[in-house]
């Protein structure tokens, strides 16, 4: 790229004005200096010699690095083009600008001052709307001054200071104000600062025209709970209303601004959107806002990768991660298209992208291959216990609803359990004894804890865990447990049921099992109750109502039974 490379709006301009504009970046400041008086005063005669706003950046060698004509919003340098030194630097470069008419600076010129994290922004006011006639000829004019700079705090972003004369503005301390600036976003950022490792996460929600406003909420709280259980910090949530998503952005442009300013201000080192994005959005948000986009499915993969302790499961995690992955190389970058090195990538040619989507496609066969195996095998499993007339009881349900604690509760089992998304990933088989209700003999069954449940299950975890899954297909009937103590818990059920119709199977028989009672609201209680009779109310964590969960698992599989033997 030319080094004298003049940006913005250069439409209607004459090559003369061109160069007057390429000889900016032969000027050289002190670095003590914001800005000298001649500096000042070119810029402005050039902003009035063709009618429009200019913007000069300089870095603190004093250096002009950019020229653009227009605004600040206009010629801002992007995010992926300016120096990455963390939530508690500044960029290390300052924006001179002018403006034709006298006025203060708009909130679009400070939102693109912070989302560049500029050391200053200085806004040079033209007088007679920006030109003067004098004897003949146009003439800069700098009627009076603005400086802004960055605040290191949420509640007071930046500050700008009262209309300045140019010599004033000239014999401000250029050393001192960036020093003192940069020593209080070091202390705010060590104050604010979060363990090792851990991202700082803006959330991103969007609501479009068909989504309920009470389970936009409560979607934008399971994310963040997702979120933490991958082990990120969340920060800030932004929200906007919407018809339908932009397809390029996702958000409006306002809203990227807004985002980007947010990320800047925070410190954030993750953005988080709600919903799937394109190859194409992510490139597009990430080369805006100038920080690392994900999407919903990306985190979930991301908990499953922690998660998985078996072989299998940590197979079927690879396999989701590389499917997910496969189409949206192309969004990758730059680097993904240079052509290989070295030996073995000579010859015709073929770019890093297409080598890499090859050794992603082999992987998969490969891994498809094993995930086939691991199907055959947990089959031939499932044949055994079916031969042996060993009846067999699937636990599903939304995730943290309390699966694993209540295998635990039944069996003794010493599954891991926690308060979280995923706690566990790999299903876990245990054998049961309970009593036959028409023999009244011991009954001995398996009793399978799978995989939890969630609101829109990634398309690539349902296929690559359709060997776990199987599991709840091939079961002789399900337990449907539901967290009764979540305000959400209808839509969970919906949830749950809308995946098992997925299913490739038919599941046997269900039975409702509430969780958590004795954590649950009154009203809860009672309306889960009234609409549904058939249920069974529990809670697994202080073994409230187990005894009366055997009997009816051994009337349920008892109908089973009879079900599949007519």
């Not at 006639?133 to 705090?153: D, F, I, N, Q, S």
């Not at 040619?349 to 496609?361: C, D, F, M, P, Y």
């Not at 216990?385 to 939304?398: C, F, N, T």
């Not at 039975?511 to 004795?518: A, Q, R, S, Y």
């Amino acid at each position: 790229m030319p080094v004298e490379t003049i940006y913005g709006q250069l439409q209607g301009l004459k090559p003369s004005q061109l160069k007057q504009l390429q000889r900016l970046y032969h000027q050289r400041l002190p670095i003590d200096q914001l800005v000298t008086s001649e500096f000042a005063q070119r810029l402005a005669a050039a902003s009035t010699e063709i009618n429009q706003p200019l913007c000069a950046y300089i870095n603190r060698r004093g250096q002009v690095i950019r020229v653009g004509v227009g605004t600040v919003r206009q010629t801002q340098i992007p995010p992926t083009e300016l120096p990455r030194y963390g939530a508690e630097r500044l960029s290390g470069i300052r924006c001179i600008s002018t403006q034709l008419k006298a006025a203060y600076p708009s909130d679009s010129t400070l939102t693109a001052m912070a989302c560049q994290r500029l050391d200053a922004l200085v806004v040079l006011t033209l007088t007679g709307g920006g030109f003067e006639r004098r004897g003949g000829g146009a003439t800069g004019y700098v009627k009076e001054t603005y400086l802004a700079h960055l605040l290191p705090h949420p509640e007071a972003r930046w500050t700008v200071t009262p209309p300045l004369s140019l010599e004033v503005l000239t014999n401000q301390d250029f050393n001192d104000l960036t020093g003192s600036l940069e020593e209080e976003f070091r202390r705010e950022y060590v104050a604010h600062q979060v363990s090792d490792g851990q991202d700082r996460v803006l959330l991103v929600g969007l609501m479009t025209k068909d989504v309920v406003a009470q389970s936009f909420q409560n979607e934008l709280r399971e994310l963040e709970k997702l979120v933490e259980t991958a082990g990120g910090s969340v920060v800030e949530v932004l929200t906007q209303r919407r018809i339908s998503p932009h397809p390029q952005t996702v958000v409006g442009e306002g809203k990227v601004q807004e985002i980007a300013l947010a990320a800047q201000t925070l410190g954030v080192s993750l953005i988080v959107f709600d919903r799937d994005l394109s190859p194409t959005q992510v490139r597009n948000l990430e080369g805006q806002i100038g920080i690392r986009v994900v999407d919903r499915t990306e985190v979930i993969l991301d908990i499953f990768a922690q998660r998985a302790q078996s072989q299998a499961g940590k197979l079927q995690v690879e396999l989701a991660q590389l499917e997910y992955m496969l189409p949206r190389l192309t969004g990758r970058g730059r680097a993904m298209s240079r052509l290989g090195g070295g030996i073995g990538t000579r010859g015709p040619g073929e770019t890093k992208l297409e080598t890499e989507r090859r050794a992603i496609q082999r992987r998969i066969a490969r891994l498809q291959q094993e995930v086939n195996q691991l199907q055959a095998h947990r089959s031939r499993l499932r044949q055994q216990r079916q031969h042996q007339e060993v009846p067999s009881v699937a636990i599903v349900g939304y995730t943290n609803a309390g699966k694993s604690t209540l295998l635990n509760a039944l069996t003794n089992a010493e599954v891991y359990a926690a308060d979280q998304l995923f706690a566990t990933l790999d299903p876990t088989t245990r054998r049961l004894v309970i009593t036959d209700p028409v023999t009244e003999q011991p009954l001995p069954i398996v009793l399978t804890d799978t995989v939890g449940f969630i609101h829109e299950l990634p398309p690539t975890l349902m296929d690559a865990f359709r060997a776990t899954l199987e599991e709840v297909t091939e079961a002789d009937a399900l337990l449907h447990v539901v967290d009764l103590s979540h305000s959400a818990w209808q839509e969970q059920i919906r949830s749950v049921m809308n995946i098992l119709k997925q299913m490739p199977l038919t599941p046997g028989p269900i039975l409702l099992v509430f969780n958590k009672v004795d954590q649950a609201d009154g009203d809860a209680l009672r309306f889960a109750q009234e609409e549904f009779p058939q249920a069974l109310f529990i809670s697994a964590a202080e073994r409230l109502g187990l005894e009366t969960l055997r009997q009816r698992i051994a009337q349920l599989i008892r109908y089973a039974v009879s079900m599949r033997s007519s």
